[in-house]
């Protein structure tokens, strides 16, 4: 299933929003940011 870019967009906003607050900085995982957003990594680069 494919999203508009915009959805995406907000989509990783959001979950590395609420990645770096729990963990800060520091300790944030793109895979966990990635995961909770429904993407891949190459998207989020």
Do not use: D, W
């Amino acid at each position: 299933m494919q999203f508009p870019k915009e959805e995406i967009k907000n989509n990783i906003l959001m979950a590395a929003k609420e990645e770096f607050m729990k963990k800060g900085f520091e300790k944030a995982s793109i895979r966990t940011i990635t995961a909770a957003a429904q993407t891949s990594k190459v998207l989020l680069y």
